[in-house]
């Protein structure tokens, strides 16, 4: 397990070359042919920004391939990608016909498995393709959260918080996709249970610019009472509190009125202990006698 951490603190390749078991086995650089070269059916990336192929393409013809690709054989003179899909797309923009190339033994999980993880090492993932690869290692390569967070080199509680993205309304995660919001302000989201809550904080992001702050801020006041004239719950007349004044010191405890815009309402009497509670029924008493 050590090794595997130091692996990864060395970027994917390391866990390329450092893996020993029989379905990922590294032979050295070769160079072949473009055309020979499937793409990798398990590719979890579905979206390649053109300009930014393009420019890695201009380097590659000034530069030449700096890291190779990865590939399986699956037939004589036949491979399958496993990782490096954007070196390769570049590299036929950029007119080569040979690219350099690890070969690997790796069954289709191995592939899977691998590609995943090199895809949650890219910079530019948004946080909603990062959340899909977690769920798809922890859903078809069998891993539990601990042995993701670990072979990943994030801590447990990081991948728990994009698994619940997932959670969030469609609406809401094309939003994160296209960078309307932010990671901070979709775990506020989150932590809202009510859906239609959820979308109306989301449509005020977009049309107010809130800030992370500001919409935490929103979150918090969700589960408090909203205040107004006819809610004699929250802004009491002065005859009102007058009258919990002189009720609290009559019970010795402080007595609360609760009334709705209706009219209707109840009187609050808090008692400490099942002695103080005996202690307001005899003054109660006393009241009928």
Known sequence: MAAQKNALGRGLGALIDDSQTPQARTRSVNDIRIDEIEVNPFQPRERFDEEALNELAASIKELGIIQPITVREIDNNKYQLITGERRLRAAKIAGLRKIPAYIRTADDQGMLEMALVENIQREDLDS?????SYQRLIEECKLTQEILSERVGKKRSTVTNYLRLLKLPPEIQVGIRNRDLTMGHARALISIEDQAAQLKIYDQILTKDLSVRKVEELVRNLGKPRTSKGDDSSIKSEGYQKLEEHLSNYFHSKVEF???TKGDGKIIIPFKSDEDLERIIG??????S
């Open 128 to 132: 909603i393709e990062v959340a899909i």
């Open 258 to 260: 609760k009334r709705s």
């Open 283 to 288: 003054i109660l008493d006393k009241l009928n």
